[in-house]
């Protein structure tokens, strides 16, 4: 339901200063001096929307009072009383006139107006149904509400109400009393139904009570319409009177009976195809139906109408009364003819058929005479009436180019922080608004209503002031609604955008507006773009043929991060990159494919249509779904996840070497698929953000979302499994050297030729090679081969620049099973529970844990290994102390371990031949002891997907020469693109 403070409703066709002071002198004095809107044609009627709205409230301060309701539409010409006929016509109390004069509130026009009020007063017989006070009294008057909407059976209710009662008010009272008799009535433990004024409407009726041969009497409905929550019944009552023989009174009605009965009578009338006439009183019926319906723009157009239709109209009444009187030899007609538009007497036969030829001649001159005197008369008038002055405290929009000349204004104001253009909503849609507000989900008021047929339903939305705060005074926002044609300065506007005073604003095909913002000095000039700079992507300059090729070169080698394309090339240019760019041996970097791709999208979330942008994530994500896949299956045939018992002794463990070399491709897409996750983020967050002002629920946005979505859970897809994929395969080559770490001795004389022979090769081959490699390679050779599997998967995280979060995930994963598998492996072989063994496998893990701490994942691995440590430091305690700990302190020591595995490593530790474990080993009685003590590798961590600012800056240059010249290899396929759709002439050469 509209309020009644909407800006639209203070577009006006004349300047907002010319209005008289009090609207109620106002129409007495149009009421005395002019015919009523009841016996008029249908081009000098109004309705009560209308004055409502060029007098509501929350209009400029010249529009200070509220006006009362014209005549209730009807397709019968029987409400309202004509002015008196005996009353003079002078030329000085032209409606023209009364806007001339200004404002005046002097005691002459006051008497004035009180005799007019008491010639309408007694020009009617008072209705029955309602009482009025006097009119210098604000004591309350009686209004009869009929009806039995509330109540099956009611008759009417008597309610006191004042000259500013609204109808809303009096809803309310009703609805008051009825409750406070249903209260009365029933008991109290019966639930009273609760009523809402807004499920009510106050319907104005005119017609007559029609008594029946039983003595009953029947009240017979001539027309109805609804009143509107803002309009006063008494003032209506006050200001408008049915014609004798007729009677008003008021009614409640509930508003969805009503609207259903006002559908089923359209579709009838449609049905038996009425003609324009009908058509005519059905859209005036309609324009005062109901608070939706307020505002539209048919009814401005007949209530102010141009004064020069008005004054036609008069000459009409005039010349028909002329005609009339018998003093002046006018002929009657016979036949109810209508008379001719120019008021020009038709050549009306008479009973000989004869019309005599001084008497044509004498009607062809007085009408010829009277035809010149209105053309002058005209001519001032609208010439009086065309200076049209601007508002001079708040911008508004000038209309150069519209549709409908009938129904558009020349200016539209913008009285409040934001105006939004649409179009008039359709019953369905003004149904999903409501029922969007129900879910508190309300969407934004349309203030100018637009009639060309592209327009939709909210087509721009404008900011200023306290609606954009991030802006300067004076400054103001737009952007289209979704599916909105709108250009800025002739350029295709998709987005949000600054709106400068003097810029030029097109509204689908046919609106075209200029800005003006008076509090801005001096106005700038209208902002016209160049021809050049139209929805074109690789236009680059106007000038000449030299100009254009320059301008040419210096974008190709630019290193501004931005890649131009238009719509159409998009599916190409996304193909390109993917095919150019699909394995780690490309030869643009790591991060080639995500780096070239957000390119592509920052621009189209930019610059194109807004559709665009979920598309093209959608279908980036599934191409790079598709190569992984590939990748993962060519992958899984060199290394079968599952092979028979026989063929897996027969074959060697698989070489770290080879497998990482296998691994690249994988780790390559789990990278960019990472970054791209993160940035497709940005971009969707960024989104959401845009059509925060669009409507709730709008199908078309739930869609773009539910393509954005299931494009992240598709790059979700591609990191989980290709993480997948390289953990599973580096813990299965783990797997095969985990054991040697637990049985090397490092102080075996061997092992230590072997550990100084190595320090020899790695001091003679020069201290130039890599410090991780001759850390490998100064450790026993059992320990550095497991440090070469972690050393390789650091390596290759590195080189596929994986991301610091799935950097510390994949290294967790991989020391979580090596604390597993080396703990389980541990406990289940009891002869390692001695003091000897336990130094020589603390040696190991030291050795190993040394050089993660030198690379960089010592924190890491701490942690993951922090059991296995535990466990072989227990086992490190010397034999004398161990005997004398008792199992409350051992296992508040050792607190990681379970009872169960603390029981047993007491009970399996290797004392000395026949020596039992000591007493005070022995746990409580309570404690319990039947638990697993093998560590689950069900445990493991989750992998936690990023949720992080992409790494890639699009807001710096290019970041590397290899980069850069794939970004120019790109530009220049696209110009190519372009220029084979040209003709031979219109191409630019480099």
Same mark, same amino acid.
């Not at 009578?265 to 309609?286: A, D």
């Not at 790079?624 to 996840?641: L, R």
């Not at 393509?707 to 997948?724: G, K, P, W």
């Given at each position: ?253 509930? %508003?969805?009976?009503? &609207?259903? $009965?006002?559908?089923? =009578?359209?579709? *009838?009338? #449609? !049905? +038996?195809?009425?003609?324009?006439? /009908? ?79 001084? %008497?044509?001649?004498? &009607?062809? $001159?007085?009408?010829? =005479?009277?035809? *010149?005197? #209105? !053309? +002058?008369?005209?001519?001032?008038? /609208? ?79 404008? %900011? ?8 300067? =005074?004076?400054?103001?926002?737009? !952007? ?5 044609? /709108? ?504």
């Amino acid at each position: 339901m509209e309020e009644s403070g909407s800006p639209r409703f203070r577009k006006l066709h004349f300047p907002v200063g010319l209005w008289i002071n009090s609207p109620r002198k106002h129409f007495a004095k149009l009421g005395a001096r002019w015919p009523s809107a009841v016996s008029v044609k249908s081009t000098t009627s109004s309705d009560a929307a209308s004055v409502h709205e060029a007098t509501s409230p929350s209009a400029p301060s010249s529009l200070s009072f509220s006006s009362p309701s014209l005549a209730p539409p009807s397709p019968a010409p029987t409400f309202l009383r004509p002015r008196p006929a005996n009353q003079p016509q002078s030329r000085a109390k032209r409606l023209s006139h009364l806007f001339l004069r200004g404002r005046s509130n002097s005691d002459r026009d006051r008497a004035i107006g009180e005799r007019e009020r008491e010639l309408w007063a007694h020009s009617a017989a008072p209705s029955s149904h309602h009482f009025l006070p006097p009119a210098s009294s604000s004591a309350p008057g009686l209004v009869k509400i009929y009806g039995d909407a509330l109540s099956s059976g009611a008759n009417y209710r008597s309610l006191l109400a004042n000259i500013h009662s609204t109808a809303r008010q009096l809803i309310q009272q009703v609805i008051t009393r009825y409750t406070e008799r249903e209260r009365e009535n029933e008991s109290e433990d019966i639930a009273l139904q609760k009523h809402s004024p807004e499920d009510f409407l106050l319907c104005d009726v005119i017609g007559k009570p029609i008594r029946q041969a039983d003595g009953a009497v029947e009240w017979q409905t001539e027309c109805r319409r609804s009143v509107a929550p803002w309009e006063c019944p008494l003032l209506l009552v006050d200001m408008w009177r049915p014609k004798e023989g007729f009677e008003r009174r008021f009614e409640i009605q509930r %508003r969805d009976e009503y &609207e259903r $009965e006002e559908k089923e =009578r359209e579709k *009838e009338r #449609e !049905r +038996e195809g009425e003609n324009s006439q /009908v058509r005519w009183r059905r859209s005036r019926m309609s324009s005062g139906s109901g608070p939706e319906e307020r505002g539209h723009r048919g009814r401005n157009t007949e209530l102010r109408r141009s004064i020069s239709d008005m004054n036609l109209t008069l000459r009409r009444r005039q010349g028909n009364q002329a005609n009339n009187d018998p003093r002046r030899g006018g002929n009657t007609p016979t036949n109810g003819e209508p008379q001719d538009r120019k008021n020009i007497v038709s050549m009306i036969n008479t009973e000989s058929g004869e019309v005599t030829g001084s %008497r044509v001649q004498a &009607e062809a $001159e007085r009408h010829s =005479r009277a035809a *010149e005197d #209105e !053309r +002058e008369t005209c001519d001032l008038e /609208v010439m009086s009436q065309s200076l049209i002055l601007p508002p001079t405290d708040r911008p508004y929009f000038l209309l150069l180019q519209g549709y409908d000349q009938s129904k558009d204004f020349v200016l539209y104001i913008m009285a409040g922080h934001t105006h939004v253009f649409g179009r008039k909503p359709t019953f369905r849609e003004r149904e999903k608004d409501r029922e969007r507000e129900r879910k508190g989900k309300r969407p934004l008021r349309v203030d100018t209503f637009l009639s060309a047929p592209d327009m939709l339903t909210r087509h721009l939305l404008v %900011r200023r002031d306290s609606a954009v705060p991030d802006q300067p =005074r004076g400054q103001a926002l737009m !952007r289209p609604f979704r599916g909105g044609a /709108v250009t800025h300065n002739g350029v295709v506007l998709y987005r949000e955008t600054v709106l400068k005073p003097g810029d030029l604003i097109g509204l689908g095909n046919h609106f075209l507006f200029l800005y003006r913002d008076p509090r801005v000095t001096p106005a700038p000039p209208i902002a016209l773009a160049p021809p050049w700079q139209g929805d074109t992507t690789t236009s680059f300059g106007p000038g000449n043929m030299t100009d254009r090729q320059e301008a040419l070169r210096q974008y190709l080698s630019s290193s501004e991060s931005m890649l131009k394309f238009q719509a159409k090339d998009a599916d190409t240019l996304l193909q390109e990159i993917i095919s150019k760019n699909s394995t780690p041996d490309s030869g643009c970097g790591a991060l080639a494919p995500a780096y070239l791709l957000s390119l592509m999208i920052d621009y189209t979330s930019k610059h194109l249509d807004p559709a665009l942008t979920p598309q093209l994530l959608l279908k980036a994500a599934n191409q790079i779904k598709a190569i992984v896949w590939d990748n993962i299956k060519e992958f899984g045939d060199k290394y079968p996840t599952q092979t028979s018992p026989d063929s897996e002794a027969d074959l060697p463990p698989p070489s770290v070497q080879k497998l990482s070399s296998d691994l690249r491709p994988l780790m390559f897409w789990m990278s960019n698929a990472t970054e791209l996750l993160n940035f497709f983020q940005v971009k969707v967050e960024t989104m959401e953000k845009e059509w925060e002002f669009e409507a709730p629920g709008d199908p078309v946005l739930s869609a773009d979302m539910d393509t954005c979505s299931e494009a992240l859970a598709q790059l979700d897809d591609v990191i989980m499994h290709t993480f997948q994929q390289c953990v599973y395969h580096l813990t299965k080559t783990l797997y095969s050297l985990l054991p040697t770490l637990l049985d090397t001795n490092p102080f075996s004389s061997e092992e230590k030729e072997k550990e100084k022979a190595g320090s020899m090769d790695s001091a003679n081959g020069g201290g130039e090679e890599g410090h991780e490699e001759g850390d490998v390679s100064s450790l026993p050779p059992t320990v550095a081969g497991l440090v070469e599997v972690y050393r390789c998967s650091l390596e290759l995280s590195r080189e596929a620049c994986l991301s610091p979060p799935l950097t510390s995930q994949t290294f967790g994963y991989l020391f979580f099973f090596t604390n597993t598998s080396l703990l389980n492996t541990l406990l289940e072989r009891d002869a390692l529970f001695s003091w000897s063994r336990a130094v020589q496998i603390r040696t190991n893990l030291d050795l190993v844990l040394d050089w993660l701490q030198g690379a960089g994942l010592g924190d890491i691995a701490s942690e993951f290994l922090k059991k296995l440590s535990v466990t072989v430091n227990f086992l490190c305690i010397p034999k004398t102390r161990l005997i004398q700990s008792s199992w409350v302190s051992l296992q508040e020591e050792h607190a990681l371990l379970s009872p169960a595995q603390l029981h047993h490593l007491l009970t399996h530790y290797k004392l000395g031949p026949a020596r039992a474990p000591p007493s005070c080993w022995a746990p409580p009685s309570a404690t319990e002891l039947g638990g697993d003590i093998f560590e689950s590798f069900l445990d493991h961590p989750p992998l936690i997907l990023p949720n992080e600012a992409p790494s890639l800056d699009l807001s710096q240059p290019i970041p590397s020469p290899e980069l850069q010249k794939e970004v120019t290899r790109l530009r220049t396929f696209l110009w190519g693109l372009e220029q084979d759709e040209l003709p031979a002439n219109q191409r630019t050469r480099l």
